[in-house]
């Protein structure tokens, strides 16, 4: 080895070492932080009651109808961009397995979907709202978010898809399989760990976004009991909160943060053991 490929492989190491470090340091400022100023503000009145008359002047109070807002949109969101992503995936690596440039014309237009902001999707809805003569609830932002995470959701199923072996699907040809139920039937049950990733960080993205739910699902004080109703969620409630010049109210955010850090956090630990399961 060369000098100067001895100092290349030595700087990039540095270098990417010097990375890791800051992004370590990032991360672990942001959870000290939240932690540190919104621990002695989380409690189980806030975790488990609404918001009551001056909640956003200090006085008592809670999230609840923050965290089952989020709970409620995120997985009706997820049902929705399942039933969409499942047979699109499924027919993209059956159906169009044989055409390779349209495959990946597909896929580079999934990747183009994925990287959209979220406010796009959202403002594209309120738009859509608008004309149609709908109301912020809990439905539209159900399909707000479901639109702005189904491409994550097929292009994580469609890379599980491409590992299965191309013999286990002309051996179900073979046996006299059709396509569908190839699909289905073997593909599906082979790829089901995998999809499980997937769907819950298709969750994790939805429960985390307040920009395509803050035109559509509006926000209110109460659980939501239909889908005609409005809903509020974490990230909004945390956004709102903060704006707040009271101490005490800026406090409840960062508290409000904290369950949602822990939440995304099970739901990344849940993707990556099931990951390795899978494997």
Avoid: C
């Avoid at 089952?68 to 969101?77: D, E, N, P, Q, R």
């Avoid at 704006?243 to 949602?260: M, T, Y």
């Amino acid at each position: 080895m060369t000098l100067k490929r001895k100092f290349e492989e030595k700087f990039f190491r540095v270098l990417s070492a010097l990375i890791t470090l800051v992004i370590v340091y990032v991360l672990a400022n942001i959870i000290w932080t939240i932690i540190e100023k919104g621990f002695s503000s989380l409690s189980w009145e806030i975790i488990s009651q609404e918001p009551k008359g001056g909640f956003y002047m200090g006085k008592g109070g809670g999230i609840l109808n923050a965290i089952a807002g989020s709970f409620y949109l995120a997985i009706s969101a997820t049902v929705l961009a399942f039933l969409v992503s499942l047979p699109v995936a499924l027919f993209i690596n059956i159906y169009l397995i044989k055409y390779r440039r349209m495959l990946v014309g597909i896929r580079f237009f999934l990747d183009v979907l994925w990287g959209i902001p979220s406010i796009v999707y959202g403002a594209f809805a309120f738009m859509l709202m608008i004309a149609l003569g709908q109301k912020n609830s809990l439905g539209a932002g159900t399909i707000t978010v479901a639109a702005m995470i189904s491409p994550i959701m097929i292009r994580a199923m469609d890379e599980v898809l491409k590992t299965i072996p191309i013999g286990l699907q002309e051996a179900s040809y073979a046996l006299g399989s059709t396509r569908t139920e190839t699909a289905y039937k073997i593909f599906f049950r082979q790829a089901l760990p995998g999809f499980a990733t997937a769907v819950l960080l298709a969750f994790g993205r939805g429960i985390g976004d307040a920009a395509s739910v803050l035109f559509t699902a509006g926000y209110t004080d109460h659980v939501p009991r239909s889908f005609s109703d409005p809903t509020a969620t974490l990230p909004l409630a945390i956004f709102f909160q903060l704006g707040s010049p009271i101490e005490s109210v800026q406090n409840r955010a960062f508290a409000a943060a904290i369950v949602l850090t822990i939440i995304v956090l099970v739901i990344s630990i849940s993707a990556r053991l099931l990951y390795r399961g899978k494997k």
